[in-house]
């Protein structure tokens, strides 16, 4: 029976960390099912969804720290199952900008939280604008329980987005 690992990797950025860690994953027999790579700062950052059978996932657990040293980085693992989906009646996409402010992001998760809306995905980035002030931009993937209007989370959602002076859209996702 496969079995499945989430591998996390963090360090200085470098050219050929992904292909050593890809590397290590083939020769251990292992199969990556899905992953995010980012650079925050001057720092690499990775993320894995590993399956294998028992043997496999051990000897990348067992073999991951050392690689993990050589290549200067902070290395964790996790055992999982697979991700079981809760009946949804629908998928949204939630996009927003504006004036990055402390709290912004908690707030808003915030508010989808208390609703049970489950965030499937999420990126954010600040950038500067043409005058200099830093502006963010965020972008989530929703899926919004049954039973729940989605009409009146849309309208939740978007009456706090214009509280904080932001602009944005809360649409299906296509």
Request: charged share 20%.
């Amino acid at each position: 029976m496969p079995q499945q690992l989430v591998v996390t990797a963090i360090g200085t950025d470098r050219t050929g960390i992904v292909s050593k860690l890809a590397r290590l994953v083939t020769d251990c027999n292992c199969n990556i099912i899905d992953s995010r790579m980012a650079i925050f700062g001057g720092e690499f950052t990775f993320i894995m969804l590993l399956s294998g059978d028992l043997a496999a996932i051990s000897r990348i657990e067992h073999l991951l720290p050392g690689l993990g040293l050589e290549l200067d980085l902070t290395t964790m693992t996790k055992r999982t199952s697979a991700h079981q989906r809760k009946a949804v009646a629908a998928h949204y996409v939630l996009e927003y900008k504006g004036a990055d402010r402390v709290g912004t992001l908690g707030t808003i998760t915030g508010l989808l939280a208390s609703r049970q809306v489950y965030i499937g995905s999420l990126q954010s980035e600040n950038k500067l604008d043409e005058y200099g002030q830093s502006v963010m931009h965020t972008m989530m993937t929703l899926e919004l329980p049954e039973g729940e209007p989605a009409q009146q989370i849309e309208s939740d959602v978007m009456a706090l987005v214009h509280s904080m002076n932001l602009t944005g859209s809360f649409h299906a996702q296509t």
